[in-house]
């Protein structure tokens, strides 16, 4: 059996070595999850969410030790870590009340009565990636057991020990064996045989841009249904008349949370020509106070990078480009053992420039100046992807149609959020298709089923 060896990103040590899954043991998951199916999808609807309830109130039972967990295994800072377990749980809770109240429609039609009815897929596969594994986890696993569905999940080889202990307590809370189902393994094997999988009606994927392709193209050969949310490069536009001190205090944590890699990281900064300067000293000023250290210690914001290579991909984005890089002030990080890089600002000469382009998934920002709302909405757009970003304006006006002139799915004005698990999250453009959380999540895990009963005599 091939084995990966889980190394905590801040000492370079050995965590723990872990079994990989190859296809056989993939189709022997799959196969069991078709066999539960029937069972978890004629569970009484109340039962069903009792049982959600009970896997939410187990996450927050072991919520320390979860969070502990993934800052061994992903060097994520220890608040981000309970955070994250806290997510899981929350998503949990709010889609347990969904089993009883997947509402169909009656429509009115001549001859009889026509009602709908949202019926779940069968067995769905999420791909999870290693920046968010955790939240990223639950947003597709909560909704689709409670739509009435079986999961089969894979963890990014890189980081798969919370999820692994995730599929331990939904047996601890009383979901059956089978139902939900954690696959540690490679991409390339458990991941593609989702894909070709016949019997794995979904896949619900979170990763890169050019992998997302690959799996859409797999999935087009049996009509497979995908949902995905792939990479970002999303713009933070600071217009003149904005609280400048409060926008400058935001801005270091908009692209260093996470060390950087997060998919909604604001990589691109947009600032009115008229306050660039005033703006960049306040800026520089507020990033002297960003703490990068030891993720386990709780005064710590930003982590080590969660591989070597990672680093050394994100390393290239500067010092080892090819284009001149003008880096317009640095942060600080630790010597010696993990895989640092500091928090760093570029002013790109152009907007083609691969760092203004690129999505660098790591603690490197970039600066630029703009002229009025239609150069900055421009601007903003001028890129691939489309997930989110953000606004700084008192003109309430301006933050509407600015909202509305940025092709992104997830926009906040005046602040950095992006994630409520109550409201809707994906891409525009290369940044994926389909939703996440919210409302209407469940649709992404039904179909809509349209039955007439005729009342003729
Ligand atoms: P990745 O695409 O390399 O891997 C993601 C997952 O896909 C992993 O579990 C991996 O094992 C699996 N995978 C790899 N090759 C596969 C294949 N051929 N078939 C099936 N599965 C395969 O991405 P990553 O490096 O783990 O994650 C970083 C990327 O994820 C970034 O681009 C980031 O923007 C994106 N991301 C997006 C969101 C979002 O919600 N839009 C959230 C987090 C991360």
Not at 110 to 134: D, R
């Amino acid at each position: 059996m091939t084995t990966h060896d889980v190394i905590n990103p801040a000492t370079e040590e050995t965590v723990r070595t872990i079994d990989l899954v190859g296809v056989e043991e993939t189709d022997e998951a799959v196969a069991r999850a078709v066999e539960v199916g029937p069972q978890w999808r004629a569970m009484a609807p109340a039962d069903r969410g009792r049982l959600l309830r009970r896997f939410s109130d187990v996450v927050d039972d072991h919520l320390e030790e979860l969070a502990r967990l993934e800052v061994q295994n992903a060097g994520h800072t220890i608040g981000n870590a309970r955070w994250e377990a806290g997510n899981v749980r929350d998503v949990l809770a709010y889609y347990s009340a969904a089993p009883e109240r997947l509402l169909g429609q009656q429509i009115p039609v001549a001859g009889g009565i026509n009602v709908t009815f949202k019926e779940p897929l069968g067995v769905v596969s999420v791909i999870v990636p290693w920046n968010f594994p955790m939240p990223i986890a639950g947003w597709g696993f909560a909704p689709a057991l409670a739509a009435g569905n079986t999961v089969v999940l894979k963890p990014a080889e890189l980081t798969p020990l919370t999820a692994m202990r995730l599929a331990e307590l939904a047996l601890d809370a009383g979901v059956p064996e089978g139902v939900f189902t954690v696959l540690p393994g490679k991409g390339s094997v458990v991941g593609e045989r989702f894909v070709t999988h016949p019997d794995v009606r979904k896949v619900c994927f979170t990763g890169s841009t050019a992998v997302g392709q690959g799996i859409m193209r797999g999935a087009a050969d049996q009509l497979k249904r995908v949902t995905l949310e792939l990479g970002g490069k999303s713009a933070n536009i600071v217009f003149a008349d904005a609280d400048l001190e409060a926008a400058a205090a935001a801005a270091p944590m908009s692209f260093l949370d996470n060390a950087g890699q997060d998919c909604c990281a604001r990589t691109r900064i947009l600032v009115q020509r008229e306050v660039f300067n005033d703006f960049m000293g306040r800026f520089e000023s507020a990033m002297r106070d960003v703490r990068v250290g030891d993720p386990g210690d709780d005064a710590t914001q930003m982590g080590p990078l969660v591989s070597d290579r990672q680093r050394e991909t994100v390393r290239g984005f500067v010092e080892g480009s090819e284009e001149p890089v003008d880096v317009a002030f640095r942060g600080t990080a630790p010597e010696g053992a993990g895989w640092w890089y500091p928090p760093t600002v570029v002013l790109p000469r152009s907007t083609s420039d691969r760092v203004w382009q690129d999505e660098v998934f790591g603690p490197v920002v970039g600066v630029m100046p703009f002229d009025d709302e239609a150069d900055a909405i421009a601007k903003a757009n001028d890129t691939a992807y489309g997930l989110s970003g953000s606004i700084w304006t008192r003109d309430v006006g301006r933050a509407i149609r600015v909202s509305r002139g940025v092709e992104a799915g997830n926009l906040s004005v005046n602040s950095h959020s992006s994630v409520r698990y109550s409201t809707p999250f994906g891409g525009f453009k290369s940044s994926g298709i389909g939703r996440e959380l919210g409302p209407d999540a469940l649709d992404a895990f039904t179909e809509v089923k349209n039955v007439f009963i005729s009342t003729e005599p």
